[in-house]
């Protein structure tokens, strides 16, 4: 076991840009695809992440979060889908911090077992706009892939040590240890995982979330707060429902597939200021 901070250096097998990865269903009975998704749009409240608020202090607080696999139905009309979740939510805890207060946070890596994803590759001149894997053969190197877990706070500014570079994973049971000083303007940032190969199968897996930084300036706008300020992360998912309705008692679940391109699979996208904001639908 290598001690806390240290970089686990693992191979890389994924490097094909026509990947299609989809969710592994929670019971591992053998599914039937179920044709289309045909959900009804504008169902569902937006999911509104919890709001860790990091007091203002003269030294440095301390923060723990830890990266766990977790499940959660993405709609209404969807079984749940396994995922990789900080702190078991997806989107992660939203950060809310203010400008010049230092923050170390012990980034933890409390995952058990493998990608909650099967990944596939479909050549471009083959790959359909329906869901799914288009009859692809899952690659057997991502299904052997250990939760390897870097974070990285996407536009802060940071010493290089802290920066969640992608070599400087971490495996189950040790924590990235970060210090971040917040010294910058007002801004919507957004933190996700960043391993080396692999950042994209670990996002997708659902380790993605905001994180404010605030300051007097942004407080002199009086702006939209509280529950009409939303944060906002559009993720590009391949949603494809699953039956195990073939034995008795058996229960449903979802996959979630997404075709990787060299564009990031997950961005953020700000903060959604209005006083009609609470109760946008998904």
């Not at 946070?105 to 909650?116: D, E, M, Q, T």
């Not at 596939?120 to 299904?143: F, H, I, K, Y």
């Not at 391949?238 to 060299?262: E, F, K, L």
Request: proline share 9%; hydrophobic share 35%.
């Amino acid at each position: 076991m290598l001690s806390e901070g240290t970089s686990s250096q693992m191979p890389h097998p994924v490097t094909n840009d026509t990947a299609v990865v989809s969710h592994d269903p929670i019971d591992p009975a053998p599914v039937r695809a179920v044709a289309g998704l045909g959900l009804t749009k504008f169902l569902d409240p937006l999911r509104i992440p919890p709001v860790i608020k990091v007091a203002a202090h003269p030294k440095p607080r301390r923060l723990e979060i830890k990266m766990q696999a977790t499940s959660a139905k993405l709609h209404s009309e969807l079984p749940p889908t396994a995922l990789w979740a900080y702190d078991g939510h997806f989107p992660g805890p939203t950060i809310n911090v203010r400008r010049g207060q230092n923050l170390r946070v012990a980034w933890r890596n409390a995952i058990s077992g493998h990608l909650p994803l099967t990944a596939v590759e479909v050549g471009l001149q083959n790959a359909t706009p329906d869901p799914g894997r288009d009859g692809a053969e899952p690659l057997a190197a991502v299904a052997a892939l250990p939760p390897w877990l870097v974070v990285h706070l996407h536009g802060a500014r940071t010493g290089g040590g802290n920066d969640g570079w992608t070599e400087n994973a971490v495996l189950p049971g040790e924590a990235q240890l970060a210090e971040y000083l917040n010294d910058q303007p007002a801004a919507a940032l957004w933190y996700h995982d960043h391993a080396m190969a692999i950042t994209s199968l670990n996002v997708i897996s659902g380790l993605a979330g905001m994180y404010l930084i605030r300051d007097d300036e942004e407080d002199a706008l009086r702006l939209p707060s509280g529950t009409h300020e939303v944060p906002l992360i559009i993720c590009d998912r391949n949603s494809t429902p699953t039956s195990m309705a073939s034995s008795p008692g058996s229960s449903s679940t979802s996959r979630r597939s997404c075709r990787r391109s060299r564009r990031s699979s997950c961005r953020s996208a700000g903060r959604s200021r209005s006083s009609t904001a609470s109760s946008g639908r998904t």
